[in-house]
């Protein structure tokens, strides 16, 4: 099993999390781009295995600026230290994130099992960079998860738990 651990009390846990799954996740869409240009070049007489290719093209380029967006966004957070920073309950912040991690779990045939979530529970940040983290750590271990054709959907667990003075968010899959 993979599991994940969002430590979200910890700023700097946080970006090195953050990085580090941004950095794996960047080799994917720029190896998909350059494999889907050199297809694309040898197919240029064909209209349809082209406009096929020029919308996976689009597809990957725009998976490629959602993921710079991303880092932007972590700079900037950076740059000002924590100012402007807001208290984020977490049961809003999985009620935000629930309906876009289900949405992409069904795309892979996977479950996602939320755990009770101690009531409030918050934390200091911004709300959308927050969000962007959990979503980045569901979306891997659903990406991630063994689907096995014709066997029950594998399981993804997002679980929340207050620990000494720290709110911790653990994403689990069966991958």
């Known amino acids: 099993t993979g599991r994940?651990?969002?430590q979200l009390?910890?700023?700097e846990a946080m970006r090195r999390d953050f990085i580090a799954n941004v950095s794996h996740e960047l080799k994917t869409p720029l190896g998909a781009l350059a494999v889907l240009a050199e297809t694309l070049a040898?197919?240029?007489d064909d209209p349809?295995?082209?406009g096929r290719l020029a919308g996976r093209l689009g597809g990957e380029a725009a998976r490629l600026s959602k993921l710079l967006e991303d880092i932007l966004d972590l700079s900037q957070a950076e740059a000002l230290g924590g100012a402007g920073f807001r208290p984020v309950t977490i049961e809003d912040l999985l009620d935000d994130v629930a309906?876009?991690?289900a949405e992409r779990a069904a795309e892979f045939?996977?479950?996602l099992v939320f755990g009770p979530t101690p009531e409030g529970l918050a934390v200091s940040g911004d709300r959308r960079q927050l969000r962007a983290m959990l979503l980045n750590l569901i979306d891997n271990a659903v990406k991630y998860s063994d689907t096995v054709e014709g066997g029950p959907a594998p399981n993804v667990w997002i679980r929340v738990r207050d620990q000494a003075e720290q709110v911790v968010v653990e994403v689990e899959d069966e991958g």
Do not use: C, K
């Open 99 to 101: 309906p876009t991690a």
């Open 42 to 44: 040898q197919h240029v």
């Open 48 to 50: 349809a295995v082209a």
């Open 109 to 111: 045939g996977v479950e």
């Open 4 to 6: 994940r651990l969002l």
């Open 9 to 11: 009390a910890d700023g």
